[in-house]
């Protein structure tokens, strides 16, 4: 193949699975914190001990207001997003209830949920989407039980980028007395948030994407309906009332069993920090205008289909695709295109199902999956251009 050549760098195109680079902001505190402090929080009175406790009380109240929560304390810490939707699930959850979900969700939602249906503990149906991954709120309400416990709906598809309409669903749910999980990880960070407006009972989400914190982050959100009567997924020490055996049963302690991860809580704080009178709809449209040049661009290569949504460009008050776009090829498989990208010029993008096994049946796209690329809202015009240069140049190999 006769090749373009990026000789420069790496060309870093998998933001959906964690942001990088990230700031040099973030990284300085981790390394101070690491180097000046390194103590554990709520496990001392001395002064490094108080200092890691400053830094998890600065980490819950920037992520409380950046999903304008009712209180910072409605922030339990915890280690990914994965975390998050099994302690949501396994802390709301009893025998005998009923949940309905979609088929947009990422297995860290679903395989706990056929978890506990093959134990015998709960029922669950699937709600299907479109070709471009959106959900029709009714059909969720139209398989709704006297027994239906839990609605748990992805914002934003990590395989095409679709995002829900979450204030609509919500105020459906509040109105039968249901709970509402909401899995935000491909929006927090990108998209506003306000768990109290939709309705939110449970907002899980890794920190370490759109929020830019490091890897092994996660928040989970518990509305005052939900957390007094949460049931701890794990038990342990809390740092409080060690003289007795029974658990913490106040959230977020209940929560947060054993030590944190300081470092990466010292980064949540940090990078939720500079979101603080963020402009969401110029984040928006920075979003925007890199989906519809990417798409724009991948249109005009023959051979390349674009699985999943369209943007139309500003004409919606509100974004409808984060940016995540899948793509498949005629004459190549999905992992063949990633490992040439990645081989031959340098960029790393997601090939296979992505962690989500149900969307591909409605996407058509099943046998293999896609390959996905995915961006923050800043714009490399060198990267985009490279980017469309190399897939065009593939294409024609074969």
Known sequence: ?????????????????????????????????????????????YHSARTAQQWIDRARLAI?????????????????????????????LKPGDHVITTAIEHNSLLRPLNRLRAA???????VGCDPNGWIDPDDIFRLWRNNTRLVAVNHASNVTGAVQRIDAIGQQVRARDGLFLVDAAQTLGYLPIDVQASHVDYLAAPVHKGVGAILGTGILYGSSRCRNAHRPLMAGGTGTASETLE???????????????????????????RFRGMDWKERREKIESQLLRYQNGLSQIEGLKIIGPRVKGSVEEELRQVGVISLVAEKIAATELAAILDSHFGIEVRSGFHCAAAIHHYLGTETEGTVRISFGPERDIEAEQFFLEAIQQILISF
Not at 68 to 85: C, E, K, N, R
Not at 120 to 126: C, L, R, S, T, Y
Request: charge should be negative; proline fraction near 4%; charged fraction near 15%.
């Open 64 to 92: 409380a207001q950046l999903i304008h929560a009712d209180d910072a304390s409605s922030i339990a810490l915890v280690s990914s997003g994965t975390h998050a939707l099994n302690e949501a699930l396994h802390g709301c």
């Open 247 to 273: 658990p913490e049963l106040v959230w977020p302690s209940k929560v947060e069993v054993g030590n944190l991860n300081l470092p990466g809580i010292v980064s949540i704080a940090v990078a939720a920090e």
């Open 120 to 126: 015998g503990m709960i029922e669950f149906d699937v």
């Open 1 to 45: 193949m006769s090749e373009i050549v990026n000789q420069q760098r790496r060309i870093y195109l998998d933001q959906a699975a964690t942001s990088w680079p990230k700031s040099t902001a973030v990284i300085i505190a981790v390394q101070e914190y690491l180097v000046q402090c390194g103590a554990a929080g709520g496990r001392g009175q």
